[in-house]
């Protein structure tokens, strides 16, 4: 909670001080219910419910002062309430082995590294994982998962830049298989620079796994960069047709203002939230919980 209160600071005291700044010793009318729905706007929590949110403080109150204190606990309740359905934790089906894990995102969105840190944290509750360095056309991503299978102890599956990623991701599946192993997770390459062949590339992963079985992949997680801020939610609808996104994992809430933009996408999506980062160190992913996002939100 201290990190992420930390990490929201620019989040939250842009919008606390536009609250602060409006409710002061100023009774509630029109302009400044317009002014509040305007801020909420600019903090990324989307048009539907910066509405809300605006007719929640209103309710009771048309014409007399409030504190913007009172204002702020509104805004935690009513932020808590959009996001209670999506915090969801990822459940890993012990006895399904391998647990099949896709990541997908674009390039920078923070992919390798909620690997690693996924990975981590599975390591810790005694589950042995699996790495496949999926995103075969950069060298350097390849590079990188084999640094974060080392420090977490998990091995990684790879195979040369260039290489076929359906191909890669079938080896490691009967890898994993033969090994007994707990989850493996698969990395993607999210170049969207060049939709189609992503497009394509991803599907025949998905095409593969299925013929392999046809609960395959079990999750597949979407990474989000928070600091992208409203593109996320084009991202979500793209990732969504190429490859049925189940879960959400946000990175980047650490210093950035945008963190609002997980509002806009739980009430536009619903997809569950299950992680959110927020730092680049292995240890820096937390549970998505409700009221703590909220309540950092809301200063
Ligand atoms: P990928 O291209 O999607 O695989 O992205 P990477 O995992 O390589 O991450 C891109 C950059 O973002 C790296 O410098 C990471 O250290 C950084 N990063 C990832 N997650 C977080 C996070 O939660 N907070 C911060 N501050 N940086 C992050």
Do not use: C
């Not at 990490?7 to 602060?20: C, I, N, Q, Y």
């Not at 029109?30 to 007719?55: F, N, P, S």
């Not at 390798?112 to 981590?120: A, E, F, M, R, V």
């Not at 060049?194 to 299925?210: F, S, Y």
């Amino acid at each position: 909670w201290q990190r992420l209160s930390q990490g929201m600071k620019r989040t939250s005291s842009s919008l606390s001080d536009s609250v602060t700044g409006l409710f002061t010793k100023r009774k509630l009318d029109h302009a400044t219910l317009e002014e509040l729905e305007d801020a909420l706007v600019r903090a990324d929590l989307g048009v539907a419910t910066a509405m809300r949110i605006t007719e929640a403080v209103s309710a009771g109150r048309y014409d007399k002062e409030i504190a913007p204190d009172e204002v702020r606990a509104i805004l935690a309740q009513e932020v808590e309430k959009t996001l209670a359905g999506v915090a969801l934790p990822l459940v890993i089906d012990r006895s399904t082995k391998p647990y099949v894990i896709l990541m997908v995102g674009v390039n920078g969105a923070g992919k390798t590294t909620t690997i690693g840190k996924l990975s981590q944290k599975f390591r810790q509750q005694g589950l042995s994982v699996m790495l496949a360095a999926g995103d075969t056309f950069r060298a350097a991503a390849i590079e990188q998962l084999k640094v974060w299978g080392e420090r977490v102890g998990a091995p990684v599956i790879a195979r040369p830049q260039g290489s076929d990623a359906a191909g890669l991701a079938f080896d490691a599946l009967v890898e994993a298989k033969a090994a007994g192993t707990d989850v493996l997770i698969i990395d993607t390459a999210g170049r969207l620079q060049n939709k189609a062949g992503l497009m394509a590339e991803l599907e025949k992963v998905v095409r593969v796994l299925k013929k392999g079985d046809p609960a395959m992949p079990h999750a597949t997680l979407l990474v989000l960069d928070a600091t992208v801020g409203q593109n996320a939610l084009s991202q979500v609808e793209l990732f969504q047709k190429i490859a049925g996104v189940t879960g959400l994992v946000m990175t980047k809430l650490d210093g950035t203002a945008r963190g609002g933009i997980l509002v806009a996408l739980a009430a536009k999506f619903g997809l569950p939230v299950h992680f959110i980062g927020v730092g680049e160190g292995v240890e820096d992913l937390e549970p998505f919980a409700a009221r703590d996002f909220a309540r950092a939100i809301a200063g």
